[in-house]
C-alpha cells in the first residue's frame, strides 16, 4: 500500500504563474481534502472533494481550484500566484464512510518568487 | 481569529519523564479533537483522538484529556523517548464535516537521551 502520494515534492514559480499540484490518495479512500501549510504555522483545510465534487471549502479565494478524477486522484490549481502563496501544500485522503482515519501525504513544497 | 491555539511553540523534556501538550480552542461547535505527530519531510501523522462525549482517551503511552468548560485539551506522553522528537499538532472539527479540521500552529518537542 502506497498511502497517499503528491507530486512534485518541489516547485519553484513566479508570481502570476498558474501550478497544478497532484495527489494520489491512499488505495480504497475516496474522499481528498487539501490543506497549505505556511511556514510555523498548523495546515488551513483549503477544500475537500468527493465523487469529483467539491463539497466543503476553506477560507481561500477562488484563485485556488480543484478537482477529482473518476479514480480519486485529486489537482490542486493555483491561479495568479502571489509571494504568499509559498508554503507546503498537504493532500489528505479518507473514506466518506470512515471520516475519523484521515492519511496525509508528505506534501509539495511551493515556492513563489 | 485563530480558533485552535498551541501556545508553547516547543517543548523540552528528558527521556522516561512526562511531556504534557496543550491546546485551547475557542469555537464551542467543535466535538472532534485529534492529535498528529510530524517529522521532516512527511506528513502529518494521525496520533490520537477524543469525541467531545469523553473526557479521557488512552492509547499506549498517549493519552489525552479533554476539559469542555475550559475548551482546552492536553497531550500526556509517558514515557517520553527520543523517537517521539516532532511537532506534535491539535487539530479540532465538527464531527460531521470530516477532513474539515481546524489546526493549531504545532509544539515543537525534543526528548533528550
Known amino acids: 500500500d502506497a498511502g497517499v502520494t503528491q507530486s512534485p515534492t518541489h516547485l519553484i514559480k513566479t508570481r502570476g504563474q498558474q501550478v497544478t499540484l497532484r495527489c494520489s490518495p491512499k488505495s480504497g479512500h475516496d474522499t481528498v481534502s487539501w490543506y497549505q501549510q505556511a511556514l510555523g504555522q498548523g495546515p488551513q483545510f483549503i477544500f475537500q472533494?468527493?465523487?469529483?465534487?467539491?463539497?466543503q471549502r476553506g477560507n481561500f479565494p477562488d484563485r485556488f481550484s480543484g478537482h477529482q478524477y473518476p479514480n480519486y486522484s485529486s489537482e490542486l490549481n493555483v491561479n495568479a500566484l502571489l509571494l504568499g502563496d509559498s508554503a507546503l501544500y498537504l493532500c489528505?485522503?479518507?473514506?466518506?464512510?470512515?471520516?475519523?482515519?484521515?492519511?496525509f501525504g508528505p506534501g509539495t513544497r511551493l515556492l513563489v518568487l | 481569529d485563530q480558533q485552535v491555539k498551541q501556545n508553547s511553540p516547543s517543548l523540552s523534556v528528558q527521556e522516561g519523564r512526562i511531556s504534557i501538550l496543550n491546546c485551547d480552542y475557542t469555537?464551542?461547535?467543535?466535538?472532534?479533537f485529534l492529535w498528529y505527530k510530524k517529522y521532516p519531510a512527511e506528513g502529518p501523522t494521525f496520533l490520537i483522538s477524543i469525541s467531545s462525549i469523553k473526557d479521557k482517551n488512552e492509547d499506549g503511552r498517549f493519552t489525552v484529556f479533554l476539559n469542555k468548560s475550559a475548551k482546552h485539551l492536553s497531550l500526556h506522553i509517558v514515557p517520553s523517548q527520543p523517537g517521539d522528537s516532532a511537532v506534535y499538532f491539535c487539530?479540532?472539527?465538527?464531527?460531521?464535516?470530516?477532513?474539515?479540521?481546524?489546526f493549531g500552529d504545532g509544539t515543537t518537542l525534543t526528548v533528550k537521551p
Open positions: 472533494y468527493y465523487e469529483e465534487e467539491e463539497r
Open positions: 489528505a485522503s479518507s473514506l466518506v464512510g470512515d471520516p475519523e482515519t484521515q492519511y
Open positions: 469555537n464551542s461547535m467543535f466535538d472532534y
Open positions: 487539530a479540532a472539527r465538527i464531527r460531521t464535516n470530516a477532513g474539515k479540521s481546524t
